[in-house]
């Protein structure tokens, strides 16, 4: 099996950005996809990967009884649940990972212990040190919990046009967080240069005991995050069997990392990205150019453009996305479709989640929810599609769950509708 296993993977182990040993593993994983023995050969095997053959709900015991420490114990394992009236819409089986379920609420935790052991073992960070980072929010959120468990101070700086639950949250969580105004990348006070320009600050000050700038943009910890732990999991819960796994991309290193262990196991699942108005990631997948056509209006009020939906979409590539991009990453294979999900279409999927599946999300998770419903109709009938659940609605109330908001982004009211009327998905 190992043999049939690593002559199916030479080819991609190139591609591997973890080492000869993940890449030994990927590939064994493809033959014992080919087998059609896939989980119980990891099992046997017993992986450095760790796959788990069965799905563990956060907060529980470990599936060996034991219980597990901390914040980062309960990061990953999250449930993978059917969201029932889509696939019954559809006729795809539509599944979502409930990364809400995480300790910090969202699938940040996964890479903010990424980034923080990648800085320890680096020497950046050492006892009392502060971690500083450019957010619009939940990265924050799972660093600041994350820093707690681990002795660090945390440093944040976001745009002040964000919901204002996620500057509660973080300051009831212990960060120093810091408003600046929206402003272009190219602008030294975009939020991310000022976060890279106060760790510097910090680091120079006398008796310091140093800064580290996490950088979650182009810091490829927050890709092996998703590579090593979010993929597999996916894999191993879908008993291998996916079609297509949508996902949007604000760092990127979500899809990134996700996809790339996919393509691994199972060449031929669709890597899909949907994306929000004023992204450039959607023509970037689609036509191979970064750009949006938002970005010619000489009137932008916000940051990416006047999307409601927070945490996704954006104007430049970043080193977690391009790992996805053949064409950036040395050609292993990685997104290869995306879909435009608009505003309305987000609200409207919101409150259809609410009313039928009981399952309150945030923005970006309702954006997942279309984009996998409009790859469902384009894969056709008896495909199987992944999607993630990235947060809940409690961080999103006084703005995308705001009817004052609305006409600020051109948004009419969500209309009721039937269980298996998806109309409002174009």
Not at 16 to 29: E, F, K, Q
Not at 81 to 107: D, H, M, V, W, Y
Request: hydrophobic fraction near 40%; glycine fraction near 10%; aromatic fraction near 6%.
């Amino acid at each position: 099996l190992a043999a049939v296993g690593l002559r199916l993977g030479a080819d991609r182990r190139a591609c591997h950005p973890s080492g000869s040993r993940l890449a030994a593993t990927a590939a064994v994983a493809a033959g014992a996809a080919a087998v059609g023995v896939l989980i119980p050969a990891l099992r046997k095997l017993q992986l450095s990967r760790s796959v788990p053959t069965r799905p563990r709900q956060a907060g529980r015991a470990c599936a060996d009884g034991r219980p597990r420490a901390g914040f980062a114990g309960l990061v990953g394992n999250t449930p993978l649940i059917e969201l029932k009236s889509l696939s019954q819409a559809t006729g795809c089986r539509i599944l979502a990972k409930a990364e809400f379920l995480n300790p910090g609420g969202c699938q940040k935790d996964r890479a903010a212990l990424h980034i923080i052991a990648a800085a320890e073992s680096d020497g950046l960070l050492k006892p009392g040190g502060t971690i500083v980072e450019g957010t619009s929010g939940s990265t924050g959120i799972s660093l600041s919990l994350a820093a707690a468990e681990r002795g660090y101070r945390v440093h944040i700086v976001m745009p002040d046009d964000q919901a204002a639950e996620k500057v509660t949250l973080l300051r009831r969580f212990g960060a120093e967080v810091e408003l600046v105004r929206p402003a272009s990348i190219t602008s030294p006070e975009h939020y991310v240069n000022v976060a890279r320009r106060r760790a510097a600050e910090l680091n120079a000050q006398p008796n310091s005991r140093g800064a580290v700038f996490s950088d979650q943009f182009e810091n490829l910890a927050n890709f092996r995050a998703h590579y090593e732990g979010t993929g597999p999991e996916i894999w191993a819960q879908c008993g291998g069997k996916l079609d297509a796994f949508v996902m949007s991309a604000g760092t990127g290193g979500t899809i990134a990392g996700v996809g790339r262990f996919l393509k691994e196991v199972a060449p031929d699942t669709r890597i899909c990205l949907a994306d929000v108005p004023g992204s450039s990631l959607y023509n970037k997948v689609a036509h191979g150019v970064l750009y949006a056509t938002e970005q010619a209006e000489q009137s932008i009020r916000r940051h990416r453009t006047d999307t409601i939906a927070e945490g996704i979409g954006i104007d430049r590539l970043t080193a977690n996305f391009a790992r996805g991009l053949p064409e950036h990453n040395g050609g292993c294979s990685g997104i290869d479709d995306a879909f435009s999900v608009s505003d309305q279409e987000a609200l409207d999927m919101a409150h259809y989640l609410l009313a039928h599946e009981g399952i309150f999300v945030g923005s970006s998770a309702a954006v997942n929810c279309a984009g996998a419903v409009k790859a469902a109709r384009r894969l056709g009938p008896g495909r199987a599609v992944v999607t993630v659940l990235c947060d809940n609605g409690l961080r999103h109330l006084t703005k995308f769950y705001n009817p004052a908001a609305w006409p600020d982004f051109g948004l009419a009211p969500p209309q009721e509708h039937a269980k298996h009327d998806l109309s409002f998905v174009s």
